[in-house]
């Protein structure tokens, strides 16, 4: 006979013993029961946590410390309040400012940087002031920048994109200061580079230029360079190709470039591509017809689309880029991966914006990095370079308008502009700084090639909200290979048509 | 008759708090789904089903729905078999159990955006831990696999981090079902001469049916809701490779502002979930019964 297991067999000891079982199974556990509470332990238990929690607070109130404080609440997001009690930067400029406490909202990185080291001169010229500066990633921040400026309290003033992306649904809605007088007051609109008109939307100025950036440029490593004889910079684009062919050959990889930091990268590499093939008039058709110009009729008459051959050109150097130039998964890749890349010696170089030395000072250290930017002798028109200015906004809900005004004015002040040149990566956008006051000669070399170029606004703050998302995701498809550049043409063009609403 | 009216008024908080908060709410989204409106501020313009008529044709959303079931198959099998392996292990109470249980716990105690930013480092193709590994054990064609940029195997890679990350959960109820199985029956199992996967099989796993129906739904539930692994990992990217309804949803609504076309996605998406959402509703019925 078999001793086989069988379902019955189980089934049938289960039956022969069932009432015993099942008394087993629907008998409680005392040990999982519930204990019960009485009315007079919850009382004492919850008075005892609610006495604990004031008596806490207020011991940890009194407790506060009176100097500087530092308080980070995520990874993402943090929020840093600076109380000044030792030394200050120098104060160039600026009247007092009243007394009032201001929120500073902006991107992490370099851009914090900046704020806080402004806010801590600022505070030391004003002792009435308080300036707190909070931070974003630059995804959270650009998602959030509607809800926030829209939300009570909105934050004071901040960094704020430029172009026509962001600024007109929040100046629309009356909720960015509107400043016009201001600039007249402050005597920016002479002080300032004459670029900030550009920035001016229905006539009007709601955004401050600070300072101005360019994309992209590639920081290369002379120490490998020169053990491959090779020559920097290259003077055409097969040049550069070489280059990568004769370093990835050797071992190195080749453009480290950390796309998944900021996916809108991509956009800037894209207007770089299209500035040099389209003429200046056809740019700015482009710009303004898929930009402010999407939603109204003046699409309609549009004289260049997604898909007309010089912009497929444009799509094909993409692919051929993402396929030639960088590293292998360069698009899943953050930036300090690429910098960590590059910094180690694996990557020969690493692409970025011209903000670049601000991200690898502090950590490049065993080699004296250089620059040079991709060249444009595979455009119609030559000699353009992605560029935006990086402003600062007030929110027109601010019960501080002066202290606001005058924190503005500090930042754009030549110490504060020398200062941000030389640390956090920006050309300045006050006029007349001597170069010797960039600091940093790698600053001065990449303000020095920027003012080389024709700038062009970047395609991710002049298009529309609308598509704009939607053209990220479709170049980093085609920079990875996975869609041809004819048909990511063809799509960004139909996906257009359709959010436009003239489909 | 005044019974019955203090019984309406201790259930009018729940009735406001349902009503301001999943009605109002519900209603106000489906309002929105016939708007062209940024969301915030500015004009509220009726385009009728003109959004539902884009959501027809956007081939975005067909490959996010195709991601969705993809993450949802992959993902609840992943979890509850690894949860019910690791649960079986577990139970056979071998030594310093306790803190194995614990450990593989834990993880699900982190929150999603931390053990996102950790696989990011983990599958970097140059620098990575994983890369690392997989060339030392000689997997060369593996290493330098580009794990979040290769658009084949982006949602797989995040899939893979989930599955390590939430199998914790349903181990700790197939744990709690399996101390519910008197040791009698394995033991008469063991009489008749059932060998340990007979056990597992016939004793084991349809005495926890119940439990494992209430996992299996809720895992369901769980991957359709998914965006924070995505967002943190991939963004839905490259291109649309990893794309599911809720990312392609906040796209939509926050970086392209159109809430009209956000919210109609919104509503599609509750469509695909409400089957789900029925079952369980069913199971938990039934448990309670």
Not at chain 2, 153 to 162: M, S, T
Not at chain 2, 173 to 195: C, H, K, Q, T
């Amino acid at each position: 006979m078999s001793n086989r297991f069988q379902e019955s067999d189980i089934y049938g000891c289960l039956g022969h013993s069932r009432g015993r079982w099942r008394y087993v199974l629907s008998e409680p556990k005392k040990e999982n029961e519930p204990q019960k509470v009485s009315r007079r332990s919850y009382l004492q238990t919850t008075g005892g946590v609610i006495a604990g929690l004031v008596i806490g607070g207020a011991l940890g109130y009194l407790a506060k410390p009176a100097g500087t404080v530092t308080t980070v609440t995520a990874t993402e997001t943090a929020m840093e309040t600076v109380t000044v009690t030792g030394s200050a930067p120098p104060v160039t400029t600026t009247a007092a400012a009243q007394a009032g406490a201001i929120d500073y909202w902006c991107i992490s990185g370099p851009q914090y940087d900046l704020a806080v080291h402004a806010s801590k001169g600022f505070m030391s010229a004003n002792p009435n002031v308080t300036v707190t500066v909070d931070q974003s990633s630059e995804t959270e921040f650009t998602t959030g920048l509607n809800t926030r400026y829209s939300s009570a309290p909105p934050p004071d003033m901040g960094f704020f994109y430029a172009g026509p992306t962001y600024v007109p649904g929040l100046a629309d809605a009356g909720l960015l200061m509107e400043l016009d007088g201001v600039y007249t007051k402050y005597g920016w609109d002479k002080a300032l580079s004459p670029g900030y008109k550009d920035y001016a939307y229905k006539g009007h100025l709601y955004v401050i230029t600070h300072d101005y950036v360019g994309y992209p440029y590639i920081y290369y490593n002379p120490k490998i360079f020169q053990q491959l004889g090779l020559t920097a910079p290259p003077a055409k684009l097969d040049d550069l190709y070489s280059i990568v062919d004769k370093v990835k050959s050797s071992g190195y990889l080749g453009i480290s470039w950390g796309l998944a930091t900021a996916p809108p990268w991509a956009a800037n590499q894209f207007t770089f591509a299209v500035s040099n093939l389209l003429t200046g008039e056809e740019f700015s058709d482009f710009s303004n017809n898929y930009g402010l110009g999407l939603t109204t009729s003046s699409f309609a008459g549009r004289k260049v689309k997604f898909n007309d051959p010089s912009m497929v050109k444009a799509w094909q150097l993409m692919g051929d880029w993402g396929k030639r130039l960088y590293v292998d998964g360069f698009t899943g890749a953050g930036d300090s991966d690429a910098i960590s890349l590059f910094a180690q010696g694996k990557a020969a170089m690493y692409q970025t914006g011209s903000w670049g030395p601000a991200l690898l000072d502090p950590v490049v250290k065993d080699f004296d990095y250089d620059m040079f930017n991709i060249p444009t002798d595979f455009g119609t028109n030559p000699g353009h370079i992605g560029s935006v200015a990086n402003c600062l906004a007030i929110s027109a809900k601010t019960h501080s308008p002066d202290v606001c005004t005058g924190f503005a004015d500090f930042m754009l002040s030549e110490g504060e502009q020398a200062w941000m040149s030389s640390v956090a990566g920006g050309f300045p956008s006050r006029m007349g700084i001597p170069t010797s006051e960039i600091t940093n000669p790698k600053m001065g070399k990449g303000y020095q090639l920027f003012g080389s170029f024709t700038p062009s606004l970047v395609f991710g703050v002049s298009l529309s909200p609308k598509i704009v998302s939607e053209l990220v995701a479709t170049l980093q498809s085609v920079l990875n290979q996975s869609t041809a550049p004819k048909d990511a043409a063809d799509h960004m063009e139909d996906y257009s048509v359709k959010a436009s609403g003239s489909s | 008759m005044k019974r019955s009216r203090l019984a309406y008024l201790f259930v009018l908080p729940s009735i406001f708090f349902i009503s301001a908060f999943i009605l109002y709410p519900l209603a106000f989204t489906v309002y929105l789904s016939f708007l062209d409106w940024n969301g915030l501020f500015g004009p509220r313009t009726f385009v009728g089903l003109r959004n539902f008529e884009r959501l027809a044709t956007d081939s975005n959303v067909l490959t996010a729905l195709i991601n969705n079931v993809t993450y949802m198959v992959l993902g609840t099998i992943g979890t509850v078999v690894l949860g019910l392996i690791i649960a079986t292990l577990l139970d056979s109470k071998i030594r310093g159990w306790a803190l194995f249980r614990n450990t593989f716990y834990f993880s699900v105690l982190l929150p999603s955006v931390v053990t996102g930013i950790l696989f990011i480092s983990l599958y970097n193709p140059q620098l990575g831990l994983i890369d690392s590994l997989l060339g030392l054990l000689g997997f060369k064609s593996l290493s330098h696999l580009a794990w979040l940029a290769d658009p084949k195997i982006a949602l797989f890679a995040v899939i893979l981090k989930d599955v390590w990350q939430y199998s914790g959960f349903p181990m700790l109820l197939f744990i709690a079902a399996f101390a519910n199985i008197p040791d009698e029956i394995y033991e008469a199992a063991r009489v008749e001469g059932a060998s340990g996967l007979q056990i597992f099989f016939r004793i084991r796993l349809p005495l926890i049916r119940q439990v494992l129906a209430t996992v299996v739904t809720l895992q369901i539930l769980f991957s359709f809701k998914v965006f924070d692994s995505l967002w943190v990992m991939t963004h839905g990217g490259p291109g649309h490779a990893s794309e599911v309804l809720s990312t392609y949803l906040f796209k939509v609504a926050f970086s392209q502002q159109d809430f009209g076309y956000g919210s109609a996605i919104g509503i599609f998406m509750a469509i695909v979930i409400f089957p789900a959402s029925l079952l369980y509703i069913r199971l938990w019925r039934l448990e309670g019964e």
